[in-house]
């Protein structure tokens, strides 16, 4: 994946995943809950730079209750590095040009 080389904060991340492992108690039932796979989990909490998808940052905004671009925001993410999840999203062909802008920008008024 070349998504690993955007920033983005990762520490926000960890910092949360890190309380959220002491509520769940193992890291099988956070992965569970997130609906990520465990290796993802484990490579979030140890890489230096981890990669990240937009299945994941789905998965991170449905636990959290949060929009994808609430969720999109929290986690710093940049509108190239939103452009190329999109790009890589197996679900991204499915999302129309203007929604998927939506997500980092939020709806436009018309």
Same mark, same amino acid.
């Given at each position: 994946?070349?998504?690993?080389?955007?920033?983005?904060?990762?520490?926000?991340? +960890?910092?949360w995943? %890190?309380? %959220?492992?002491?509520?769940?108690?193992?890291?099988?039932?956070?992965?569970?809950?997130?609906? @990520?796979?465990?290796?993802? =989990?484990?490579?979030? =909490?140890?890489?230096?730079?981890?990669? @990240?998808? =937009?299945? *994941? /940052?789905?998965? /991170? $905004?449905?636990?959290?209750? !949060?929009s994808?671009?609430?969720?999109?925001? !929290?986690? %710093?993410?940049?509108? $190239?590095? +939103? &452009?190329? =999840? /999109?790009? %890589? *999203?197996?679900?991204? *062909?499915? +999302?129309?040009?203007? &929604? $998927?802008?939506?997500? !980092?920008?939020?709806?436009? +008024?018309?």
């Amino acid at each position: 994946m070349s998504t690993a080389y955007y920033p983005w904060n990762v520490q926000a991340l +960890v910092e949360w995943l %890190e309380l %959220e492992l002491s509520y769940h108690g193992s890291d099988r039932d956070l992965s569970t809950a997130l609906q @990520i796979h465990p290796h993802t =989990l484990s490579h979030w =909490l140890k890489a230096a730079w981890p990669v @990240i998808t =937009l299945q *994941d /940052i789905r998965g /991170i $905004a449905q636990y959290r209750g !949060w929009s994808l671009h609430q969720t999109l925001r !929290w986690l %710093e993410l940049q509108p $190239a590095h +939103v &452009d190329t =999840l /999109i790009g %890589e *999203d197996p679900l991204g *062909d499915r +999302v129309s040009w203007d &929604d $998927a802008k939506a997500f !980092w920008f939020g709806k436009s +008024v018309a």
